[in-house]
């Protein structure tokens, strides 16, 4: 009932067993460190996935330039996961019993790392996830760790900083619009959204949600306008954050503040596509040149990713995912230096209890692999002309709100005065 | 050979092959058998309907995720055991393939294409909109701990279970194949109108075929969380279920049950190899490259060559 | 929410104006699927080629994608021309057109859309007109040109059709093709050529319909997937191989998502849209205007 290439695998399998027992020890230094992964590299995340690659890629390189880790040099195992969980199970499989990869490491995006969780749990690996949205509170494994800085309460931290922002207006707002598309991650943002409604006690006054693909924005917009609400909550995936902006401005939103989680000004394309339109839109961001002193090592890796960006055709800013690629690498690669070798539970350990210095700045773990605190950096968009991407690379066109350690400056509310 | 005997065979060997080989000590060809078994009960589930009748089902994917979405609903309210799953998910499907069947078929077939289409749309959106099973935001279903019959790890199991439900599906197709309602359907697909005429119920005919077809497209799926842990609607929805259950019997020969198994174990082996060879967007053109060819110079699949072959030899 | 009457004028404005890009994008299958019946499943996809091509052209030298768009629009027609030629010789002249042309063109689709990937890369892509950010007010009415632009142009290009198969010789040979091809045959026209050309102008619509698409929004490689049904729809809807049928089935559908989207909630729009075709297809097969 097999296809050829599944027999002739297996076929390979024991001869691979037995050489793998035989080596051991010094024999071991010398051979290469595999880790391998899926890597959306087709399919509706190919953009983001493309990037993350180019990021690890350059981690790669940089590594063995030094002479690899434990004097052994790393090598990369990765398969297209096609942007499709169903594909991830057998990526897994193939590369722990197959290519006998040293460590796993994830893909981009939940969609991708929990279909992985069950064969990472069962072998017992550390396992370093890139973006993934609180996968871990269903499956409490003490061995995964996510990357992206959204804190340990993900839903709740992405949006603090843009409520701490409203509830900084004075006077204070009492109601609130909660809009986002139907996937995964709105989802979890606008549940998030609705705590923090709930806590700061703001009424909403509309929430609903609307399908990724929808092609005119504008009925959203005026219904939500309709509703007369002080605060816009977004929450979107990259062509309907398009959309939206583009609405709220043919609508003419009149709102105090708008925006916070919409996916896609962090990339080039949006930012050069809506240009001014953006001006006054309050959004996260993870990294921007405004802060760009903070991160001393950040400029050096941009310029190497900036230039194969533009080969590959991939986001040529690379703010947002690679350099939190390249971190998420670099935890693994000082905690394999550290506990000098590749027992998974040290490592898993080491991980939970040290901070680690990255190219992102210091980071630390919670108990469910989540960053320790949360660092999504709320900004607002101003003085933004024309659709020239260069104006983005230099510091100026964003403040930075929150958190403080990185502030820069103050939200300049209602949102609608800043179209003029 | 009579139904029974070919039913009995073809259990006992997916038994057999299921409990051997257990002996391979490598989790990837589970995970990667799986895969493909399940690429051959959407195939030969798709056939039963689009092969013989000639009714081109386009929302395989929709009842595959009605099957998935029943195991969710069952684990989200009683904690159900697969088992519960996989009967109520094929029932469930069969309904609504029943529901679908009797709106549309009294239409020409490309119409019911499109209301199969429409039908998947509008059961997205329901599943999209029910937090109940997760919504958008996706539902998980974590696997047991505690696993039958002594298997060391779950996706052995499913793996199993998987190929049983194949087995499953090739006896029910060649049943209806081989019966009176076989050949009632095989006349519908020439000229549905010659065949009304001299008092076949076609209408009667073609529902039942389609439910069917189906139920057993939501059988398929009703594993499938359990095999991801993780299921969101965008996924499970997948163009590609929908694409490969009609590629799969056109490359493999629509004539016969033989037909959907082949071209499933084949095209779906390929993309196994391709996946974890030529990584890269490769991988569709593949596919779509495959279906082009085929269609164009081998109109009626494999199959259709080794009956030209066997043709030629008996002369 | 109370209902105002600018939520109300709006909503329609909005519908007609979506209806209108979608006409646009309809008018082919309308013609391919309708009239010829061929199951041109891969009509999406070239609506996306459209964009890009568009896009291409606006990137490097700035021109208006729409006028790009008409500019090129002979290629696909013989894009069109060549493909229906491939069509015919494997398929329709076999008499096995139905099913595995369906195959053959889904396979077109994959092809295309991973062309698309190799060549451009998976980003999103979109162009800068100079009435891409300008929105027109009358009083509480909004006309936001990147919609109306489309709009106008579609609009345009429905009627031509129309015109060109009702006035002309070979746009009556073209209906007359979706019903009798033996009379066509006697009256010493060759079905085939016929067709051939219908195609051609289906494709050409398509490579129109693209430039829309990308000035109203950013569009992929994969996108065109999302398109199938609503093509399908739209034309089924309205009534099959009838342009005027396909028009009202593209208003149909485009009010009925504005309509859902203001007072209902956007998430259903779909399941409305689908859900009134479900029902034609259940209780009025043939369509609105149908036959």
């Known amino acids: ?420 | 050979m009579s139904n029974k005997i070919f039913a009995a065979v073809t259990i006992a060997v997916a038994l057999v092959l299921a409990a051997v080989t257990q002996l391979i000590p490598n989790e990837y060809f589970f995970s990667a058998a799986y895969t493909v078994l399940l690429f051959v009960i959407l195939a030969t589930a798709w056939n039963i309907l689009g092969g013989y009748t000639g009714y081109v089902n386009f929302g395989s994917a929709a009842f595959f995720a009605i099957g998935a979405y029943t195991t969710v609903f069952l684990y989200n309210a009683f904690k159900a055991p697969l088992a519960v799953g996989i009967v109520a998910g094929t029932l469930v499907a069969g309904l609504a393939g029943l529901g679908l069947g009797y709106l549309t078929l009294r239409l020409r077939g490309v119409f019911f294409a499109i209301a199969s289409l429409a039908l998947a749309v509008v059961l997205y959106i329901f599943v999209v909109n029910w937090d109940y099973v997760g919504g958008a935001r996706g539902a998980y279903v974590i696997q047991p701990r505690e696993i039958p019959f002594g298997l060391p790890r779950y996706i052995h199991l499913i793996y199993a279970v998987q190929l049983v439900m194949a087995a499953f599906a090739l006896v029910v197709a060649r049943a209806i194949e081989k019966s009176t309602l076989g050949r009632g359907l095989a006349a519908i697909r020439d000229d549905e109108l010659a065949a009304e005429c001299s008092g076949v119920p076609t209408l009667k005919l073609k529902i039942f075929s389609t439910m069917a077809s189906c139920a057993l497209m939501g059988m398929a799926g009703t594993t499938f969380p359990y095999y991801l842990s993780y299921i969101e609607p965008s996924s499970a929805f997948s163009l590609s279920y929908a694409v490969n259950s009609i590629a799969m019997p056109l490359i493999g020969g629509m004539m016969s049950w033989m037909g959907p198994l082949i071209g499933a174990v084949l095209l779906g082996s390929v993309q196994q190899l391709v996946q974890v060879t030529v990584s890269s967007a490769w991988n569709l053109l593949i596919v779509g490259v495959l279906l082009v060819l085929f269609v164009t110079l081998a109109p009626n699949g494999i199959m259709g060559w080794v009956d030209a072959w066997r043709r030629r030899k008996g002369r | 929410m109370e209902v105002s009457w600018a939520l109300l004028a709006n909503a329609v404005i909005a519908g007609l104006l979506l209806g209108g890009f979608y006409a646009a994008m309809s008018v082919g299958i309308s013609i391919s699927f309708g009239m010829l019946d061929v199951v041109n499943i891969a009509h999406p996809a070239f609506i996306i080629l459209g964009s890009y091509i568009a896009y291409i052209v606006n990137d490097r030298f700035g021109f208006d994608p729409i006028v790009v768009s008409l500019v090129v629009s002979p290629l696909f027609f013989l894009l069109g021309a060549a493909l229906y030629r491939v069509y015919y010789y494997c398929f329709e002249r076999r008499g096995q057109e139905s099913l595995r042309g369906l195959a053959f063109f889904f396979g077109i689709l994959f092809i295309t859309e991973v062309a698309l990937v190799l060549v451009f890369g998976v980003d999103y892509r979109m162009v800068s007109t100079r009435y891409g950010d300008v929105t027109w007010r009358a009083g509480e009415v909004d006309f936001p040109m990147r919609l109306v632009v489309p709009f106008l142009v579609s609009m345009v290009m429905v009627i031509g059709v129309q015109l060109f198969l009702t006035r002309t010789f070979f746009g009556r040979a073209v209906l007359a093709v979706a019903q009798d091809q033996l009379a066509l045959r006697l009256m010493g026209v060759n079905p085939v050529r016929v067709k051939e050309l219908a195609f051609a102008l289906s494709i050409a619509t398509a490579g129109v319909a693209g430039s829309f698409l990308i000035v109203i929004q950013p569009v992929q490689p994969a996108i065109g997937r999302e398109f199938i049904g609503l093509v399908f729809a739209v034309c089924v809807l309205g009534g099959m191989g009838s342009i005027l049928g396909t028009l009202i089935g593209a208003f149909v559908l485009g009010l009925a998502e504005s309509f859902t989207s203001t007072f209902f909630g956007p998430s259903w729009a779909p399941a409305v849209s689908f859900g009134l075709l479900l029902a034609t297809l259940a209780f009025r097969p043939s369509g609105i205007l149908g036959r």
């Open chain 1, 1 to 420: 009932m097999l296809g050829n290439s599944v027999l002739s695998t297996l076929r390979r399998v024991p001869g691979a067993l037995f050489i793998g027992l035989a080596l051991t020890g010094a024999a071991l230094a010398q051979q290469p460190l595999k880790i391998g992964f899926g890597m959306s590299l087709t399919g509706p995340l190919a953009g983001n996935g493309k990037a993350a690659l180019i990021a690890m890629e350059i981690w790669r390189d940089d590594v063995n330039a030094k002479g690899g880790i434990l004097g052994r040099k790393v090598e990369f195992v990765y398969y297209d996961d096609q942007t499709s969980p169903a594909t991830v199970p057998s990526i897994y499989t193939k590369l722990l019993d197959v290519d006998k990869v040293d460590l796993v490491v994830s893909g981009y995006g939940t969609n991708v790392i929990a279909p992985a969780m069950p064969i990472v749990m069962q072998r017992n690996l550390t396992f370093m996830t890139l973006f993934g949205l609180n996968v871990n509170s269903k499956f409490n494994y003490d061995r995964y760790f996510q990357i992206m800085p959204a804190g340990p309460n993900p839903a709740v931290g992405w949006s603090q900083g843009f409520f701490d922002a409203a509830m900084s207006m004075n006077p204070k707002p009492k109601t609130v619009a909660l809009v986002g598309a139907d996937a995964e991650y709105p989802a979890m943002a606008l549940e998030g959204a609705r705590e923090h409604a709930k806590k700061t006690g703001l009424k909403i006054v509309y929430d609903k949600t609307y399908p990724p693909n929808t092609v005119d924005y504008s009925p959203i917009v005026r219904a939500i306008q309709a509703a007369n609400p002080e605060v816009v909550f977004v929450a979107s995936y990259p062509p309907d954050s398009a959309g939206m902006v583009r609405a709220a401005n043919e609508v003419g939103l009149k709102t105090r503040i708008f925006g916070g989680g919409l996916v896609g000004p962090q990339f080039a394309a949006l930012k050069t596509q809506l240009g001014p339109l953006l001006n006054g839109v309050v959004n996260y961001e993870f990294y921007v040149p405004d802060v760009g002193s903070r991160f001393p090592f950040l400029e050096q890796f941009l310029a190497k990713y900036q230039a194969r960006a533009v080969v590959e055709k991939v986001d040529p800013l690379g703010f947002y995912l690679p350099p939190y690629a390249y971190a998420m690498m670099q935890v693994l690669e000082q905690a394999i230096t550290a506990t000098k070798g590749l027992d998974q539970a040290k490592l898993a350990e080491y991980i939970h209890t040290n901070t680690f210095d990255t190219y992102v700045g210091k980071v630390g773990f919670a108990k469910n692999g989540e960053w320790a605190a949360p660092r999504v950096m709320m900004t607002q968009y101003h003085g933004i002309t024309g659709n020239d991407v260069e104006q983005f690379k230099k510091p100026g066109r964003l403040t930075v709100l929150s958190p403080k350690e990185y502030r820069t400056g103050d939200l300049k509310a209602p949102y609608h005065e800043n179209k003029k």
